[in-house]
T-cell receptor, first 114, second 112 residues
Framework: AQSVTQLDSQVPVFEEAPVELRCNYS??????LFWYVQYPNQGLQLLLK??????LVESINGFEAEFNKSQTSFHLRKPSVHISDTAEYFC????????????FGKGTKLTVNP | SQTIHQWPATLVQPVGSPLSLECTVE??????LYWYRQAAGRGLQLLFY??????ISSEVPQNLSASRPQDRQFILSSKKLLLSDSGFYLCAWSVQTGYGYTFGSGTRLTVV
């Protein structure tokens, strides 16, 4: 069975600073990896995903994540954050073959301060 | 395009009352459907998933049940709510492994 660990429950940063949200996973099989973002009182939105190919994946709003198989990590980064990036971010993993079920981490609340 | 509808957005119910939350998907056929609960500080807990009409798998024992009467309809129910059923309930769908889920906007349930 897979598991996901998001090492930081809360990350406060100042506007225009860089940020990294950490995600490590555990699985005995090959996986797909996802990052979701949740704004207050809303559902989750897919931010980016790694399926195969280049280990660096990017979102349209400047976030990127790098799949590191040897370290079983999929950390999310942004070089310069905005106030509007304040949200909760969830890392998730699913098996490549078999169940479509996603296993989520407990989330990291990113707060961007002016 | 595919859309997912979830209602109501908020709900306040007394302990012991019944519950029915509905989720419908448009623009796709034979989706996998999921119910998650989100409690503060506990992340997302998968409650039920369904791969077809009438096929329901329960992930955790609890006071809730789910049904899928139609291909694109997923219902979460309870006969008698408990205080511990309070939380943010999210419905989601997927059609293909590796493409992740699309989530509904959620229902904030407060049991009083």
């Amino acid at each position: 069975a897979q598991s996901v660990t998001q090492l930081d429950s809360q990350v406060p940063v100042f506007e225009e600073a860089p940020v990294e949200l950490r995600c490590n996973y555990s699985s005995s099989v090959s996986v797909y990896l996802f990052w979701y973002v949740q704004y207050p009182n809303q559902g989750l939105q897919l931010l980016l995903k790694y399926l195969s190919g280049s280990t660096l994946v990017e979102s349209i709003n400047g976030f990127e994540a790098e799949f590191n198989k040897s370290q079983t990590s999929f950390h999310l980064r942004k070089p310069s954050v905005h106030i509007s990036d304040t949200a909760e971010y969830f890392c998730a993993v699913s098996e490549r073959a078999g169940s479509e079920k996603l296993v989520f981490g407990k989330g990291t609340k990113l707060t961007v301060n002016p | 395009s595919q859309t997912i509808h979830q209602w109501p957005a908020t709900l306040v119910q007394p302990v012991g009352s019944p519950l029915s939350l509905e989720c419908t998907v448009e623009g796709t056929s034979n989706p996998n459907l999921y119910w998650y609960r989100q409690a503060a500080g506990r992340g997302l807990q998968l409650l039920f998933y369904s791969v077809g009409i009438g096929q329901i798998s329960s992930e955790v024992p609890q006071n809730l049940s789910a049904s899928r009467p139609q291909d694109r309809q997923f219902i979460l129910s309870s006969k008698k709510l408990l205080l511990s059923d309070s939380g943010f309930y999210l419905c989601a769908w997927s059609v293909q492994t590796g493409y992740g889920y699309t989530f509904g906007s959620g229902t904030r349930l407060t049991v009083v």
